[in-house]
């Protein structure tokens, strides 16, 4: 990638209205059989133009075939029984019914890859696709088969792999995994949890990325996050962990939270993906907002490893809130990119 400072976003944005229920995760479809997969292809294509409009330079799908980040992934997969549902606490936080897994996981076929095809023939730019990370799925189950976290994540970890090679067949540019749960699960994420993400990323050569932030802007994380002090230190137990294994980039949360910048300099030589858009406020950052986080980061990494990003995805957020954050973001960018000029 050439252009300096290039843009993208953490991953999900706001589906159409006639697609699925506007400002809700988990929510249900409103087409059925042919016409929610045209409905989703659509979406898709108006996801992508939106961020285009707004000059992403690394775009995506929007997350537009998915209900969920995670959920979605999962229900592709054999030995996870959606009718079998129990409550368990995600990542520590809220209560929420999930599917049991009642066998061993497998994937008969691959979840993702169409769509991804799909997104590689609307454009020439480069293309990111998130997939959920082995902890983060395993904390959005219950495990009535395996009854052991470390073993279903390996189990997880080998079948992302799976997906991730043909995904990067595709055509897919980086392939980012989205770990919200490194930043809940320390000992977890040191003692198997990064090695479960090299497992998952193994063998490609396209680039890979995590996603480590404090969540999408509902309510049960606004309430976590106002527990957590003047000083958010989640990211020092992952970084050291992070900056020695082999993934390339790491996405972090940064615009109007609590993390100190600094702890920027643990993952030093990675590329940073620096969430310079707040997903929890429908107050659309100024520009001028934007490239002071940026100039923050530029303290801590090189100019030709950061990447300008979301703090998180923007699924709940309405349309024309997420259109103004795309362009804020874009337009902060900017400003410092002709500054460095
Ligand atoms: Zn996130």
New binding site residues.
Partial sequence: MKRLLPTST?GSLPKPSWLAEPETLWSPWKLQGDELIDGKQDALRLSLHEQQLAGIDIVSDGEQTRQHFVTTFIEHLDGVDFEKRETVKIRDRYDASVPTVVGAVSRQKPVFVDDARFLREQTRQPIKWALPGPMTMIDTLYDAHYKSREKLAWEFARILNQEARELEAAGVDIIQF?E?AFNVFFDEVNDWGVATLEKAIEGLKCETAV?I?Y??GIQANTDWKKTLGSEWRQYEEAFPKLQASSIDMVSLECHNSHVPMDLIELIRGKKVMVGAIDVATHTIESPEEVANTLRQALQFVDADKLYPCTN??MAPLPRQVARGKLRALSAGTEIVRNELA
């Fill in positions: 953490a989205d919200p996603h932030c969540g999408y998180c995805g």
